[in-house]
Protein backbone atom coordinates (compact mmCIF):
# COMPACT_ATOMS: atom_id res chain seq x y z
CA UNK A 1 0.00 0.00 0.00
CA UNK A 2 2.96 2.42 1.20
CA UNK A 3 4.56 1.52 -2.08
CA UNK A 4 1.09 2.37 -4.28
CA UNK A 5 0.32 6.12 -2.33
CA UNK A 6 4.46 6.37 -3.43
CA UNK A 7 4.18 5.75 -6.96
CA UNK A 8 0.81 7.96 -7.17
CA UNK A 9 2.47 10.87 -5.79
CA UNK A 10 5.20 10.68 -7.62
CA UNK A 11 3.20 10.22 -10.89
CA UNK A 12 0.98 13.90 -9.83
CA UNK A 13 4.14 15.68 -9.56
CA UNK A 14 5.69 14.28 -12.60
CA UNK A 15 2.48 15.88 -14.42
CA UNK A 16 2.54 19.21 -12.45
CA UNK A 17 5.97 19.53 -13.23
CA UNK A 18 5.30 18.68 -17.41
CA UNK A 19 2.72 21.43 -16.94
CA UNK A 20 5.15 24.00 -15.89
CA UNK A 21 7.19 22.37 -19.17
CA UNK A 22 3.92 23.13 -21.17
CA UNK A 23 3.10 26.36 -19.89
CA UNK A 24 6.11 28.41 -19.03
CA UNK A 25 5.96 31.83 -17.90
CA UNK A 26 8.62 32.75 -21.19
CA UNK A 27 8.35 36.57 -22.24
CA UNK A 28 6.39 37.25 -19.11
CA UNK A 29 9.20 39.98 -18.85
CA UNK A 30 8.09 41.43 -21.93
CA UNK A 31 4.68 42.27 -21.01
CA UNK A 32 3.95 45.32 -20.14
CA UNK A 33 1.31 46.12 -17.20
CA UNK A 34 -2.01 46.65 -19.82
CA UNK A 35 -5.58 46.50 -19.34
CA UNK A 36 -5.03 42.25 -20.26
CA UNK A 37 -3.83 39.85 -17.65
CA UNK A 38 -0.45 38.98 -18.19
CA UNK A 39 -1.25 35.31 -17.85
CA UNK A 40 -3.91 36.20 -20.57
CA UNK A 41 -1.16 36.99 -22.64
CA UNK A 42 1.12 33.91 -22.20
CA UNK A 43 -2.06 31.92 -23.07
CA UNK A 44 -2.35 33.83 -26.17
CA UNK A 45 0.76 33.31 -27.11
CA UNK A 46 0.84 29.63 -26.24
CA UNK A 47 -1.87 29.19 -28.37
CA UNK A 48 -0.95 31.62 -31.40
CA UNK A 49 2.74 30.66 -31.38
CA UNK A 50 3.43 28.33 -29.09
CA UNK A 51 6.84 30.97 -27.61
CA UNK A 52 8.10 30.60 -31.25
CA UNK A 53 9.30 34.24 -31.53
CA UNK A 54 9.94 33.37 -35.56
CA UNK A 55 6.81 31.31 -36.37
CA UNK A 56 4.39 32.13 -39.73
CA UNK A 57 1.28 31.26 -40.45
CA UNK A 58 0.04 29.84 -43.28
CA UNK A 59 -1.88 33.34 -44.24
CA UNK A 60 1.57 35.27 -43.09
CA UNK A 61 1.13 36.09 -39.68
CA UNK A 62 3.97 36.60 -37.44
CA UNK A 63 5.39 36.16 -34.38
CA UNK A 64 4.81 34.93 -30.65
CA UNK A 65 1.24 37.01 -31.11
CA UNK A 66 0.82 36.11 -35.13
CA UNK A 67 0.28 39.23 -35.83
CA UNK A 68 -0.69 40.26 -39.55
CA UNK A 69 2.33 42.67 -41.74
CA UNK A 70 -1.63 44.36 -42.67
CA UNK A 71 -2.35 44.36 -39.04
CA UNK A 72 0.95 45.50 -37.96
CA UNK A 73 0.65 48.19 -40.44
CA UNK A 74 -2.88 49.33 -39.55
CA UNK A 75 -1.92 49.37 -35.85
CA UNK A 76 0.95 51.54 -36.74
CA UNK A 77 -0.56 54.13 -38.87
CA UNK A 78 -4.06 54.05 -36.03
CA UNK A 79 -1.95 54.36 -33.26
CA UNK A 80 1.07 56.28 -34.49
CA UNK A 81 3.56 53.90 -33.47
CA UNK A 82 6.30 52.19 -35.04
CA UNK A 83 6.15 48.31 -33.88
CA UNK A 84 8.76 46.09 -35.67
CA UNK A 85 6.87 43.10 -36.21
CA UNK A 86 9.62 40.97 -36.21
CA UNK A 87 10.71 42.13 -32.88
CA UNK A 88 9.54 40.00 -29.69
CA UNK A 89 8.59 42.69 -27.63
CA UNK A 90 7.24 45.00 -30.45
CA UNK A 91 5.10 41.54 -31.44
CA UNK A 92 3.71 41.60 -28.07
CA UNK A 93 3.46 45.43 -28.04
CA UNK A 94 1.38 44.80 -31.42
CA UNK A 95 -0.70 42.10 -30.15
CA UNK A 96 -2.21 43.81 -27.44
CA UNK A 97 -2.54 46.93 -28.79
CA UNK A 98 -4.97 44.94 -31.42
CA UNK A 99 -6.44 43.32 -28.10
CA UNK A 100 -7.35 47.20 -26.47
CA UNK A 101 -8.65 47.92 -29.55
CA UNK A 102 -10.70 45.40 -30.67
CA UNK A 103 -12.17 45.30 -26.80
CA UNK A 104 -12.94 48.96 -26.88
CA UNK A 105 -15.31 47.96 -29.76
CA UNK A 106 -16.96 44.96 -28.26
CA UNK A 107 -16.47 45.76 -24.61
CA UNK A 108 -16.85 41.26 -24.78
CA UNK A 109 -13.97 38.96 -23.87
CA UNK A 110 -14.84 36.41 -26.19
CA UNK A 111 -15.95 38.26 -28.94
CA UNK A 112 -12.49 39.70 -28.46
CA UNK A 113 -10.12 36.79 -28.49
CA UNK A 114 -12.83 35.16 -31.21
CA UNK A 115 -12.00 38.49 -33.57
CA UNK A 116 -8.30 38.60 -32.52
CA UNK A 117 -8.10 34.82 -34.79
CA UNK A 118 -11.10 35.86 -37.22
CA UNK A 119 -10.43 39.32 -37.82
CA UNK A 120 -13.60 41.95 -36.70
CA UNK A 121 -14.70 41.65 -40.38
CA UNK A 122 -15.28 37.63 -40.41
CA UNK A 123 -19.03 36.68 -40.98
CA UNK A 124 -20.72 35.50 -38.12
CA UNK A 125 -20.38 31.91 -39.06
CA UNK A 126 -16.44 31.85 -38.87
CA UNK A 127 -16.72 33.75 -36.09
CA UNK A 128 -19.03 31.10 -34.38
CA UNK A 129 -16.83 28.18 -34.95
CA UNK A 130 -13.03 29.24 -35.63
CA UNK A 131 -13.33 31.90 -33.02
CA UNK A 132 -15.62 30.14 -30.82
CA UNK A 133 -12.73 27.31 -30.69
CA UNK A 134 -9.90 29.67 -30.80
CA UNK A 135 -11.72 31.47 -27.91
CA UNK A 136 -11.92 27.50 -25.89
CA UNK A 137 -8.29 26.78 -26.67
CA UNK A 138 -7.31 30.09 -25.32
CA UNK A 139 -9.16 29.99 -22.03
CA UNK A 140 -8.15 26.67 -21.41
CA UNK A 141 -4.36 27.43 -21.65
CA UNK A 142 -5.30 30.51 -19.13
CA UNK A 143 -7.07 28.29 -16.99
CA UNK A 144 -3.95 26.20 -16.86
CA UNK A 145 -1.91 29.25 -16.66
CA UNK A 146 -3.83 30.48 -13.39
CA UNK A 147 -4.24 27.37 -11.87
CA UNK A 148 0.07 26.60 -12.16
CA UNK A 149 0.79 30.46 -11.14
CA UNK A 150 -0.67 32.61 -8.63
CA UNK A 151 -2.40 35.02 -10.55
CA UNK A 152 -2.45 37.52 -8.03
CA UNK A 153 1.06 38.30 -8.74
CA UNK A 154 0.51 38.69 -12.85
CA UNK A 155 -3.18 40.06 -12.87
CA UNK A 156 -3.04 44.13 -13.69
CA UNK A 157 -6.90 43.37 -15.09
CA UNK A 158 -10.28 43.10 -14.23
CA UNK A 159 -11.37 41.77 -17.55
Known sequence: MRFFI???SLLIITCIFYLYELYPLKY????????????LILSIIKVES???????SNVGAYGLMQVLPSTAEWINNKFNTNYNLKVPKD????GITYLEYLYNITKDLQKTISYYNTGPNASNEIVKTAGSNYYNKVMKAYFLYKFLYRSDIYETSNK
Open 6 to 8: LLI
Open 50 to 56: SFKTNAI
Open 91 to 94: NILL
Open 28 to 39: IELIPNSSFDKL
